[in-house]
């Protein structure tokens, strides 16, 4: 079955950088969009990169020239390199797999930056 686990995170202050990074197994990586999204307390999720299996890439407005995606085929793996952080950027980052129709999602990992 599908597993996205993910890893990283923490807390930063603001300006800093971190990195997440999910781990997957259970269909063929290479072959699937992977994507990265978040949800701050009280908010809705929302998708902040997406990477294509071609390694087109994309991002939300407001992460753009900060957040960089990046694939790892052979390790089955995705990351999200996060620099300039701001307080506003603090939620839970979660991987996603989108199998039409179903999305698969990781257990989540707290990003926090304070200002």
């Known amino acids: 079955q599908v597993q996205l686990v993910e890893s990283g995170g923490g807390l930063v202050r603001a300006g800093g950088s971190l990195s997440v990074s999910c781990a997957a197994s259970g269909f063929i990586f290479r072959l699937n969009t992977m994507g990265w999204y978040r949800q701050a307390s009280g908010k809705q999720r929302e998708l902040v990169a997406q990477i294509t299996p071609g390694g087109t890439t994309n991002y939300a407005d407001s992460v753009k020239g900060r957040f960089t995606i990046s694939r790892d085929n052979a390790k089955n793996t995705v990351s999200l390199q996060m620099n300039s952080l701001k307080p506003e950027d603090t939620a839970v980052y979660y991987c996603?797999?989108?199998?039409?129709?179903?999305?698969?999602w990781g257990q989540g990992t707290q990003v926090t930056v304070s200002s």
């Open positions: 996603n797999l989108l199998i039409s129709p179903r999305d698969y």
